[in-house]
């Protein structure tokens, strides 16, 4: 049991990379609570994963919702010593001039203010308890863009810088911060990030700029975090893991 005795917070986790990186993370011993907007859903993922799931309603664009959903995970816990910011959102692919400020307000509030909320809430209980880890969501689209994401990947791009400057500076505190970098992964975001329909032609035409020759699943996102907070990892802070295939080389 590689996260045994551990305690996690899972922001999104009700689909997705969340949801896999929640089963796993389960799988080895962890209590997970599962922060998710959509609320149903993550009762359903907190009640197939069992007795070591707790599901919490929550929106990571609000400060107030976070520092609730972070409180709530510490007092059914005791303690919480691994938070992943994972829950995102997207425009869909289009050339940028058709994205409007409110959309990319609600890219930035959802990608990127949700670390800072979450940085607020854990970090006093990180320096109480002496420890903690944080991952972060960012992705390989910033680092290798295509055309239609702009804005998506400033917010992800936001993303890598920010889990680098927290790693840095909450080093002395021995909290560690590390970022996943996926290619595009089998998600709900999938047809968003493609700009079209998810037809097997569509999905030939950007797999053949993998060199590995296949996306991301939920799975390789879940086997990457689970590295990063074990104690496996104790030596890495500041890690942008790009869990890509290949595609950002
Ligand atoms: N799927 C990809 O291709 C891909 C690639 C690179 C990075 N990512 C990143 O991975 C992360 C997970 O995305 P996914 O692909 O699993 O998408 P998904 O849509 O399957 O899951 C996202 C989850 O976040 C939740 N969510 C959305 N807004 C929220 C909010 N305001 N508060 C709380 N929860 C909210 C949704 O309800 C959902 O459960 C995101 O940060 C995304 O940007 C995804």
Known sequence: ????????????????????????????????????????????????????????????ADGHSVAIAAAEAIDAFGRVDIAVNNAGWSHKNQPLLEVDETTFRRVIDINLMSIFHMTHAMTPHWRE????????????????????????????????????????????????????APVMGETGLLETFMGMADTPKNRAKFISTIPLRRLSTPEDIANAALFLASDEASLLTGTILEVDGGRTI
């Not at 002496?130 to 960012?138: F, P, R, W």
């Not at 295509?146 to 680098?164: E, F, H, I, M, Q």
């Open 129 to 180: 308890v002496g420890a903690g880890v944080m991952i972060n969501l960012g992705s390989s689209t910033c680092i290798r863009p295509r055309p239609g994401l702009a804005w998506y990947d400033a917010s992800k791009g936001g993303v890598n810088a920010l889990t680098k400057s927290l790693a840095v500076e909450l080093a002395e505190d021995k909290v560690r911060v590390c970022a996943i």
């Open 1 to 60: 049991m590689r996260l045994a005795n551990k305690t996690a917070i899972i922001t999104g986790a009700a689909s997705g990379f969340g949801l896999g990186i929640a089963r796993r993370f389960a799988a080895e011993g962890a209590k997970v609570a599962i922060a998710d907007i959509n609320e149903h859903g993550a009762r359903v993922a907190a009640e197939e994963i069992g007795e070591n799931a707790l599901a919490i309603g929550c929106d990571v």
